[in-house]
């Protein structure tokens, strides 16, 4: 009797605890809400253990028969990534001299979703660093993304090249008869350009023109680099046209982002 109920009680624990991790999963994947306060210490717990520099088990295997030379190899390429990366590092750190507006926040991009690779990324800034929702992201070639999402000890930026319909950027393109306005919301991943939709057809833009974020709506500085014009295309009825974008930004191998803060 005393075993039957133990067993019971063993399988109500169970299929509470898969219902508990239900709802936290289906909870994560709304993508335009806040943290709970029980994910936000989760996610600052995943954070810290992605941080933590892990001991090479493959180093303890001593065989005598071991390729050297393929060690050496290795070894040589991970070398040149990580002179890469800091490279990378002082390119984004330069932004200090030319953001004179805003405080500068250099951080490390931790991990991203590989189901949703071009949505967001998640970097090593939080609260704890000033870090607040909707904060402009940059790197050394211009906007990037908003900072969509914060816990204590790390953020979550979502990306202009994100399929999120709901995620629109505002912004100016600067062309030899004044600026228009228009708002950026998509992106062909097969080309690697943004969209700009719906933009009048009155407006005379050509490929070449810059476009930069217009400081509408007050999300984000105005001005900052986003784009230019690499081709147009009118829509079926020639009322409209979109503009592709290209950038020199590659969002496929971003380490180091800069959040923008405006100083108090």
């Not at 169970?14 to 335009?32: D, P, W």
């Not at 936000?40 to 892990?54: A, E, L, P, Q, Y």
């Not at 700009?196 to 007050?218: M, Q, R, Y």
């Not at 105005?222 to 829509?235: A, E, F, H, N």
């Amino acid at each position: 009797m005393y075993k039957k109920k133990r067993k019971k009680y063993r399988l109500m624990i169970t299929l509470i605890g898969c219902i508990v991790i239900f709802i936290l999963l289906f909870m994560s994947f709304t993508l335009n809400r806040n943290y709970t306060f029980v994910e936000s210490i989760g996610k600052d717990i995943v954070m810290f253990f992605n941080k933590v520099v892990m001991y090479p088990f493959t180093a303890l295997n001593k065989t005598k028969d071991e390729d050297l030379s393929k060690s050496y190899i290795i070894q040589k390429n991970v070398n040149t990534s990580l002179e890469e990366e800091i490279q990378e590092l002082k390119k984004s750190l330069e932004l200090k001299k030319t953001l004179t507006e805003y405080d500068t926040v250099t951080a490390t991009v931790l991990s991203r979703n590989k189901s949703y690779w071009f949505n967001t990324v998640t970097i090593d800034k939080g609260k704890k660093s000033g870090i607040k929702k909707d904060m402009a992201v940059v790197t050394k070639n211009g906007f990037v993304g908003k900072i969509n999402r914060v816990s204590s000890n790390s953020s979550e930026v979502k990306l202009i090249t994100s399929d999120d319909i709901n995620y629109k950027v505002s912004v100016s393109i600067s062309t030899e008869s004044g600026d228009t306005n228009a708002i950026l919301n998509g992106y062909d991943s097969k080309e690697k350009l943004l969209m700009v939709n719906g933009v009048d057809k009155t407006f005379h833009i050509k490929e070449g023109d810059k476009v930069l974020t217009s400081g509408l709506g007050g999300r984000e500085p105005r001005g900052i680099y986003i784009g230019s014009v690499k081709k147009i295309k009118s829509d079926k009825y020639n009322l409209s046209r979109t503009l592709y974008l290209e950038t020199g930004q590659d969002f496929n191998g971003i380490h180091y982002l800069t959040v923008l803060k405006e100083k108090s």
